[in-house]
């Protein structure tokens, strides 16, 4: 299972891989953020 210890490690990697971290970003508000797919779809999605 994922463990939530790891987010402590994200400013580490944004400061040794700076690009690759914002286009992380960038992927995780477009995959996240309200767009073509409503929340509520992804959010039933997320639960399969």
Avoid: C, H, R, W
Avoid at 1 to 30: C, I, R, T, V, W
Avoid at 35 to 46: A, D, E, H, M, W
């Amino acid at each position: 299972m994922y463990d939530m210890n790891n987010l402590k490690q994200l400013g580490a990697l944004g400061k040794n891989a700076e690009a690759g971290m914002k286009a992380f970003q960038a992927l995780d508000q477009a995959a996240l953020g309200d767009g073509t797919i409503p929340k509520k779809y992804k959010s039933l999605v997320s639960d399969l």
